[in-house]
C-alpha cells in the first residue's frame, strides 16, 4: 500500500515538473520567435527597399563611352546597390512578352530607349534622398529622364514606420505576458507543497534552507525549458533562412548570439524570482492560512 502510493506521489511529481518545463518552453519559445522578428524587422524592410529601381532613360545620342562611364560612376557611388543597363532591343523583346505581339512590326522602329535601372542601398530609399540623387542625374546632358515610383516609396517609408511602432509595442506586451504565465505556473508548483515548507519551518528549519532547494530546482526546471525553446527556435530559424536565403539570417551571429542567451537568461531570471517570493510567501503564511 505504502509502495503504491509513493509510486503515484512520484507520477504526481513528475507530472507537475513535466507541466512546469512545457509551460515555460512554450511562453519562451514564443518570446524567442519574437526576438528574432523584432531583430530582423529592418532586414526585412531593408530587403523589400532595396527592390525598387531608379530608372534612367537615355537619349538616342548617348555615346557609348557615356554610358560606360555613367555606369561606372553610379557603380561607385554611396547609394548604390547595383545596377542593370537594358539596350532598347532588350526592353523591346520584354514589352512585346507582356503584351504578346511585336509592335515594332506596326510601328515600323522601336520607340524605346537605352536604360539603367538603379538599385539603391536601404538607407537611400528615401524620398528627399531620392529626389538629390534624381536631380544629379538628370543634369548629365545624355540623360533624358529620372523615373521612380514616388507614392510606393513614400507608402513603403510610412508603413515601415507604423509597423516597427507596433512591433516593438507587442514585444514589450508579451514579454510582460511571458512573465506572468511562467511566474503562475511556478507558483502553483510551489503551491502544491506549501505544506511542506511550513513543516519543515515547524521543525526548525531556516527560510534561507527551506528556499535554496526549491529555488535550485526550479532554476533547473527554467533551464530544460529554455533549452528546449532555443532547440524550437533553431529549427524555426534554420527553416527560414532556407526558404528566404535573400534575408541572410544566419549572417548576424552576434545578434543571434545574444538572442539566445537572452532567452534563456530570462527563463532562469524569472523562474528564480517567481520560486522564491512563491516560497516566502508560503513561509510568511500562518498554518491555518495555508488552507485559503
Do not use: C
Not at 18 to 37: K, Q
Not at 43 to 53: L, Q, R, T
Not at 220 to 248: C, D, H, Q, S, W
Amino acid at each position: 500500500m505504502s509502495s503504491s502510493f509513493e509510486k503515484y506521489q512520484k507520477r504526481r511529481l513528475i507530472s507537475s515538473y513535466f507541466s512546469v518545463v512545457i509551460s515555460i518552453s512554450l511562453v519562451l519559445f514564443l518570446l524567442g520567435l519574437l526576438g528574432l522578428l523584432v531583430l530582423n524587422t529592418k532586414k526585412v524592410a531593408d530587403h523589400f527597399k532595396e527592390k525598387i529601381a531608379l530608372t534612367i532613360y537615355l537619349k538616342d545620342s548617348a555615346k557609348e563611352v557615356e554610358i560606360k562611364q555613367l555606369e561606372k560612376t553610379l557603380a561607385l557611388a554611396e547609394y548604390t546597390k547595383s545596377t542593370t543597363f537594358i539596350s532598347k532591343d532588350e526592353a523591346a523583346e520584354e514589352h512585346s512578352k507582356d503584351i504578346g505581339e511585336n509592335f515594332m512590326e506596326f510601328l515600323g522602329y522601336n520607340p524605346l530607349q537605352n536604360s539603367i535601372d538603379v538599385y539603391l542601398k536601404a538607407d537611400f530609399v528615401d524620398p528627399a534622398k531620392i529626389e538629390d540623387i534624381s536631380a544629379s542625374i538628370t543634369r548629365k546632358n545624355f540623360v533624358d529622364e529620372v523615373i521612380y515610383d514616388k507614392p510606393l516609396i513614400s507608402l513603403l517609408n510610412d508603413n515601415i514606420k507604423k509597423i516597427s511602432f507596433w512591433v516593438l509595442l507587442i514585444s514589450a506586451i508579451f514579454t510582460f505576458i511571458a512573465v506572468l504565465l511562467i511566474n503562475s505556473s511556478i507558483r502553483l508548483s510551489v503551491y502544491s507543497k506549501r505544506f511542506i515548507i511550513k513543516t519543515m519551518q515547524m521543525v526548525g528549519a531556516t527560510k534561507k534552507f527551506i528556499r535554496k532547494p526549491f529555488v535550485w530546482k526550479s532554476v533547473r526546471l527554467g533551464m530544460i525549458g529554455a533549452i528546449v525553446a532555443l532547440i524550437g527556435v533553431g529549427v524555426v530559424l534554420y527553416y527560414l533562412n532556407k526558404t528566404f536565403p535573400e534575408l541572410a539570417l544566419l549572417e548576424d551571429t552576434l545578434l543571434l548570439v545574444i538572442l539566445f542567451v537572452g532567452v534563456f537568461g530570462i527563463g532562469v531570471l524569472i523562474t528564480w524570482i517567481s520560486t522564491f517570493f512563491a516560497t516566502q510567501r508560503f513561509l510568511n503564511l500562518r498554518t491555518d492560512e495555508l488552507y485559503y
